[in-house]
C-alpha cells in the first residue's frame, strides 16, 4: 500500500454493483458503475433521490464491502478487503457528512483534533496545532472552545471540514454538506472545501442537490437509477 | 504510552461533559462500596471483637473444657490437670482462670446488666498489659473489682464517677464490691463488659453451679520452648477432660466459632453482595446508556478509521475512572462511619488494608464488567449508518 503518484486516479471504479436484501427482497441499488476521479479533482455527484448517491459514496469511503465489480481507492483495492483493510483506507479519506456528526461533549478544537489525533508521527503539542490552524483555515479562530451545540449550522459544517482535513486526507468525500445551510452560507462552506482541498492537492467526491453550487465542480456526474448517465462525465464550464 | 503520543481524553471528557449521569453513577458507586465497606467491616469487626480479651492473654498455652464451644459457654474443668501440665519440663508458670457472666447492677439506674467476670490470683500474670499488671495488686482486697472502662454505657457511669474521685460500689451477684481500678479492654460480641476480680471475690458471686473447677488454664513456657511441640505433647499426656490449645489456635477456635456456629459471617456477607450487584446494575445502566447515546458519534469516529479497539478503550477507560472516582469518597465516607461505630458500639471496626483493597478491587471487578457488557451495544455502531 504504497502512497499513489499524484497523477493517478484517486478513485478508480469498473461494474461496481451494490443490492441490498436477500431474497425477494433483494433490490439492486447500483448498477456496473464505472468512472474515476484524480488526485486534486473536485467532482459533484448529482442524481435523483434513491438513486444511489450515498450508497455509492459509503463504498468509495470503505464504509461497506464491496460486492460485485472492481473498486480501487488510494491504490488499495477495496473488492475482497476485510474490515481492518478498510479501516486503514478511512484514515486517509476525510468524510463529511449532511449533519455534522461532530462530538456533542467535545470543544471545537478538541473535535478538530480528533481528526488530527489519527496522524501517528505528531506529538500531541503539534496535534494540538494542527487542529487550531484548520480551525483558523475554516475561520473559527474565535470559536475553538465553543461546544458544537453552541455553534451556528454553518460554523458546525466548517468544523467538520476542519475535522475532515486534519488528518490530512488524499480523498474527500462529502455528501450534501450544504443541505442543513442557507444557500449562501451553504456557497461559503462549498467554496471554502473547493480552495482548502486545492491547496492539499486532495481529490474531492461531493453529492449534491444544490444547483446553485454546481459551478465549483471540475466536473459534473449525474446519476440515474443506480446508474451513471450516458455522458454524464461531462467538464464543466471551468 | 508516551505522554506526547497520548489522545484527546475522550473517556474523561464523556464524563465529565455530563455531570448529572456522572454524578447519578458516581452516587451509586460510592453507595454499594460504602454498603461493602460497612457489611464488611461489620464482620471482621464482630469476628476481631469475640477475641478482644483472648489476645490480651499472658500465655502460651490456653487449657480448656473440651466442652467449651466458644467465650459464651465456658465448661468448667479440674484446676488439678493444670498443675499436672506443670510437670512437663517446658512449662513455666501458670495461672488459673474463672470466666462467667455474672449480673452487674447499674450504680446510677440501679438496672441489671450480664457482664464477663473474670477471677484469677492477683499474684499471677493474667493479661500482658501494663495497667492491669500495675493494678492487679489492688484486688488483694476482697471485694474489689478492676472494670473495664470500655464496657458499654449500660453499666453505668463507672469511669467518670471513679476519675471524679468518687467511691464507686455497686452489687454484682448480690455482693457489695467497689471499684478498685479501670483497665481498658473492650466489648465483645458475646460480653457488653468486663471486670477482673480475685478469685476470693470470684468465688461469692459466681453462679452456685459453677463454683468447682476452672474455666481456663494459662500456661507460659520455659524460654525457646515451641509452644506447638509442647501443646502436641501435652493434649496427649492429659486425660480427655482437658483441651490444650496454643494461644494462636485458642483465638482461631473463638473466630472459627462465631464464623461458623452463627450467621454473621453469611448475614454480612450477603449484605456486601448485595452492595456489589446493585453497584453492577447501575454503572452497567449508566455506561449503557451512555454508549447507546453516543452510538453516531461512536460510528463517525469509526467512519474516520479509528478501530473498534479504540472505541472499546473508551468505555474501558470510563469504567476505570468511574471506579476510581467512585472508590475514593466511598473509602472517605466509610472511615467516618467507622468511627461512628466504635463510638457507638466500641466495636474494633477498623479501616485495615486489605478491606480497603478488596473493596476496591470489587468495585474495580463491578465497573469493568458492566464496561465490558456495555460494549456489546457497540458492535452495533455502523460507520455505514452515518451518511
Ligand atoms: N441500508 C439499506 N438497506 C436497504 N436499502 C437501502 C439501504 N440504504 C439505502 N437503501 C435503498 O437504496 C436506494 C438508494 O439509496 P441511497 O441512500 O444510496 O440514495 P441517494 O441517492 O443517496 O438518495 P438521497 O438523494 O435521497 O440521499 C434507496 O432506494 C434506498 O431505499
Ligand atoms: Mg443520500
Known amino acids: 500500500m504504497t502512497e499513489t503518484p499524484s497523477l493517478q486516479p484517486v478513485i478508480q471504479a469498473r461494474g461496481l454493483c451494490h443490492a441490498y436484501g436477500r431474497g425477494t427482497m433483494r433490490r439492486q441499488v447500483l448498477q456496473s458503475i464505472g468512472f474515476s476521479v484524480a488526485s486534486g479533482e473536485i467532482v459533484l455527484l448529482t442524481g435523483p433521490s434513491g438513486c444511489g448517491k450515498t450508497t455509492l459514496l459509503t463504498l468509495i469511503g470503505a464504509l461497506r464491502s464491496v460486492q460485485q465489480g472492481e473498486l480501487e481507492v488510494l491504490g488499495v483495492p477495496l473488492q475482497s478487503a476485510d474490515r481492518e483493510r478498510r479501516r486503514r483506507v478511512r484514515r486517509r479519506i476525510g468524510m463529511i457528512f449532511q449533519g455534522h456528526n461532530l462530538l456533542r461533549c467535545l470543544t471545537a478544537e478538541q473535535n478538530v483534533q480528533m481528526g488530527a489525533d489519527l496522524l501517528p508521527t505528531l506529538a500531541y503539542g503539534e496535534r494540538r496545532a494542527v487542529a487550531r490552524q484548520w480551525l483558523r483555515a475554516v475561520g473559527l479562530g474565535d470559536h475553538l472552545r465553543q461546544f458544537p451545540h453552541d455553534l451556528s449550522g454553518g460554523q458546525k459544517q466548517r468544523v467538520a471540514i476542519a475535522r475532515a482535513l486534519a488528518a490530512r486526507p488524499r480523498l474527500l468525500l462529502a455528501d450534501e454538506p450544504t443541505a442543513a445551510l442557507d444557500g449562501r452560507t451553504g456557497r461559503e462552506v462549498v467554496e471554502l472545501l473547493r480552495r482548502l482541498a486545492r491547496d492539499q492537492g486532495c481529490g474531492v467526491l461531493m453529492v449534491t442537490h444544490d444547483p446553485r453550487i454546481l459551478d465549483v465542480a471540475d466536473r459534473l456526474v449525474t446519476m440515474e437509477d443506480g446508474r451513471l448517465m450516458p455522458g454524464a462525465l461531462r467538464q464543466t464550464g471551468r | 504510552m508516551p505522554w506526547a503520543r497520548r489522545r484527546i481524553p475522550l473517556a474523561w471528557l464523556l464524563l465529565v461533559r455530563q455531570p448529572v449521569r456522572l454524578a447519578i453513577a458516581l452516587a451509586g458507586i460510592g453507595f454499594a462500596g460504602i454498603l461493602m465497606f460497612m457489611q464488611l467491616g461489620f464482620r471482621d469487626g464482630l469476628f476481631d471483637a469475640s477475641v478482644t480479651i483472648h489476645r490480651l492473654f499472658d500465655a502460651d498455652l490456653v487449657l480448656v473444657s473440651p466442652r467449651t464451644m466458644s467465650s459464651i459457654s465456658m465448661a468448667a474443668f479440674p484446676e488439678g490437670r493444670l498443675v499436672q501440665s506443670l510437670a512437663d519440663p517446658d512449662v513455666a508458670a501458670m495461672t488459673p482462670v474463672q470466666w462467667e457472666f455474672v449480673l452487674w447492677r447499674n450504680p446510677e439506674n440501679r438496672r441489671t446488666r450480664s457482664i464477663l467476670a473474670l477471677g484469677f490470683d492477683p499474684e499471677d500474670p493474667l493479661l500482658s498489659d501494663p495497667s492491669v499488671q500495675r493494678q492487679a495488686p489492688l484486688l488483694r482486697l476482697p471485694?474489689?473489682?478492676?472494670?473495664?472502662?470500655?464496657?458499654?454505657?449500660?453499666?453505668?457511669?463507672?469511669?467518670?464517677?471513679?476519675?471524679?474521685?468518687?467511691?464507686?460500689?455497686?452489687?454484682?451477684?448480690?455482693?457489695?464490691?467497689?471499684?478498685?481500678?479501670?483497665?481498658?479492654?473492650?466489648?465483645?460480641?458475646?460480653?457488653?463488659?468486663?471486670?477482673?476480680?480475685?478469685?476470693?471475690?470470684?468465688?461469692?458471686?459466681?453462679p452456685p453451679g459453677s463454683r468447682g473447677g476452672i474455666q481456663l488454664g494459662l500456661l507460659r513456657l520455659r524460654r525457646g520452648a515451641d509452644p506447638l511441640t509442647v501443646q502436641r505433647r501435652l493434649d496427649g499426656q492429659l486425660p480427655s477432660d482437658v483441651k490444650v490449645y496454643t494461644k494462636d489456635q485458642f483465638i482461631e477456635f473463638e473466630k472459627n466459632y462465631w464464623r461458623t456456629s452463627t450467621a454473621i459471617g453469611f448475614i454480612f456477607t450477603l449484605g456486601a453482595a448485595m452492595g456489589f450487584v446493585v453497584g453492577c446494575v447501575i454503572v452497567h445502566q449508566i455506561l449503557y446508556g451512555d454508549v447507546s447515546d453516543h452510538l453516531p458519534e461512536y460510528a463517525t469516529l469509526m467512519a474516520m478509521g479509528y478501530g473498534l479497539a479504540d472505541l472499546?478503550?473508551?468505555?474501558?477507560?470510563?469504567?476505570?475512572?468511574?471506579?476510581?472516582?467512585?472508590?475514593?469518597?466511598?473509602?472517605?465516607?466509610?472511615?467516618?462511619?467507622?468511627?461512628?461505630?466504635?463510638?457507638?458500639?466500641?466495636?474494633?471496626?477498623?479501616?485495615?488494608?486489605?478491606?480497603?483493597?478488596?473493596?476496591?478491587?470489587?468495585?474495580?471487578?463491578?465497573?469493568?464488567?458492566?464496561?465490558?457488557?456495555?460494549?456489546?451495544?457497540?458492535?452495533?455502531a455502523d460507520p455505514a449508518d452515518i451518511f
Open chain 2, 143 to 206: 471485694g474489689r473489682v478492676l472494670f473495664d472502662e470500655r464496657s458499654r454505657p449500660e453499666f453505668g457511669p463507672v469511669a467518670d464517677w471513679f476519675r471524679a474521685g468518687r467511691s464507686v460500689q455497686t452489687e454484682v451477684s448480690g455482693q457489695r464490691l467497689r471499684v478498685a481500678g479501670l483497665v481498658q479492654l473492650g466489648p465483645s460480641f458475646g460480653a457488653d463488659g468486663n471486670m477482673l476480680v480475685s478469685r476470693e471475690t470470684f468465688r461469692t458471686i459466681a
Open chain 2, 312 to 380: 472499546l478503550g473508551v468505555v474501558a477507560r470510563e469504567g476505570l475512572f468511574l471506579a476510581i472516582l467512585g472508590y475514593l469518597p466511598a473509602y472517605g465516607v466509610a472511615q467516618g462511619l467507622y468511627a461512628l461505630i466504635r463510638n457507638s458500639t466500641r466495636l474494633p471496626v477498623l479501616m485495615d488494608p486489605q478491606r480497603a483493597g478488596l473493596v476496591f478491587a470489587l468495585i474495580l471487578s463491578m465497573c469493568l464488567f458492566s464496561a465490558l457488557l456495555a460494549m456489546r451495544r457497540l458492535t452495533d
